[in-house]
């Protein structure tokens, strides 16, 4: 006797036909990176479509502007690129995927990012957030991950690589072989805490509060390596004790002096993860070298710091700021038959 199939033909002539309405009614599905410093989404074909700020004002998505001075929010909905106030992200990321999608009739399925070291709590915070923002949750990535992805490496090579993705508010690295994370640490620093040292050293001792794009620029100008040229005095421009607008002159010593603490932090992080590889996994990083992504691998002389520290070749990704949301997108395709949230870390 023939066993019966599972679905008849016709059945799954139908469920084809529900999937492809479903399309219709809910328009593309979106990759989410919701970020410490920035939100990014990618819909379907079209691309990265959304790319602003993660800001919040208590009613509404706004931008802070470049005179206002420096200081890092304790009241943001998301640090160290964890949800930390699921209403008002879920208010902050709604219309972001209202504006990334053609129709609203049914919910966009979205693959979001989180650090690899979230918790489970984080993690459900984060899927709470995107569907109370109006999109049904397909599946949770480990931001490394969709990171090597986004930066070109093949995560299913049978041979390990090593990324280091440097976000605002945490750094991630891992191991990748055949398709799966084999190990992964994580530290909560990143480009915001460098931003944080510069600003707070200018304050203590010049007395004068920057501008919030200020310690971005000098820290960018800068770099965290001395370089072959002469060093400079630079000019910060922020607000004196009286609130007046003051300029101060800076040294670069003194800003690199400044980022020093965190910067060997990461370092830290980066050379124990490779002492605890096994042999035969640190023999294969070891012949690859590392690849760098994120704020930080803008930097200049992060790439070159990490290759002394470490002794391999360090190469940033060809677009490290949006390597994450570029592998997320990947990710999405290959997930759009799952049926319910998982995380892709086993």
Known sequence: MLARPLFEEGQIHLMRAAAGLRRILAGPDLAIDLGTA???????????VVEEPTAWNGQAQKVRRPETPWQESQSAPVQACVVVDIEAAAALLGP?????????????????????????????????????????????SPEPLAAALGAGLDPNSRFASMIVDIGSGVTDIAVIRSGRIIHAAAIRMGCSDLRSAVSGMINVRHGVQLYLNEAERLMREVGVQPGTVSPCMRLASGTGTDGSEAAVGVGDDEIRDAMAPVVSSILARISRVLKDLPPVAACEVIEDGICLTGGGACLRGMADLISKATHLDVRVAPDP?????YGAALLLRQEASAVVPRYLLS
Do not use: F, M, W
């Open 38 to 48: 920035n939100t990014r989404l990618y819909a379907g074909d079209r691309g990265v």
């Open 96 to 140: 972001l995927i209202r504006r990334a999608r053609r129709v609203h009739l049914v919910r966009p399925r979205a693959l979001l990012c989180t650090p690899s070291d979230a918790s489970e709590r984080e993690r459900d915070a984060l899927v709470e957030t995107a569907h109370r923002a109006g999109a049904s949750v397909l599946a949770v």
């Open 321 to 325: 700021l949006r390597s994450v949301i």
